[in-house]
């Protein structure tokens, strides 16, 4: 089987003093959220693992659309604390 993870850059993190190199409209969420769903989709992967997803986004977007493809998903915010044990 496939796995395959991806950052999709958390749209809270997206601004021009950390990217100035980037044009305004290519870090917009509204233009984001089709090419990396349009990647996410081309990839045929069987478990899909998302980074820096915020919840609105996750059950807005991802969750419906990625439904649509075949997948389930499952939100789970960010833990500070380690998450294997010793």
Same mark, same amino acid.
């Given at each position: 089987?496939?796995?395959? #993870?991806? #950052?999709? &850059?958390?749209? !809270?993190?997206? #601004?021009?003093?950390?990217? =100035?190199?980037?044009?305004?409209?290519? &870090? +917009?969420? +509204?233009?984001? /959220?089709? &090419?990396? !769903? /349009? @990647?996410?989709? +081309?990839?045929?992967?069987?478990?899909?693992? !998302?980074? *820096?997803?915020?919840?609105?986004?996750?059950? *807005?977007?991802?969750? =419906? @659309?990625?439904? @649509?493809?075949?997948?389930?998903?499952?939100?789970?915010? /960010?833990?500070? *604390?380690? +998450?294997?044990?010793?």
């Amino acid at each position: 089987f496939k796995v395959m #993870n991806w #950052n999709i &850059l958390a749209d !809270l993190y997206t #601004n021009e003093a950390q990217y =100035p190199y980037c044009e305004k409209w290519a &870090l +917009s969420w +509204s233009w984001r /959220k089709h &090419l990396i !769903l /349009k @990647e996410l989709k +081309s990839m045929t992967a069987d478990i899909i693992t !998302l980074q *820096e997803v915020q919840k609105d986004a996750f059950e *807005e977007w991802f969750r =419906p @659309e990625l439904a @649509e493809a075949g997948y389930e998903g499952v939100f789970a915010h /960010k833990r500070r *604390e380690p +998450s294997f044990h010793k």
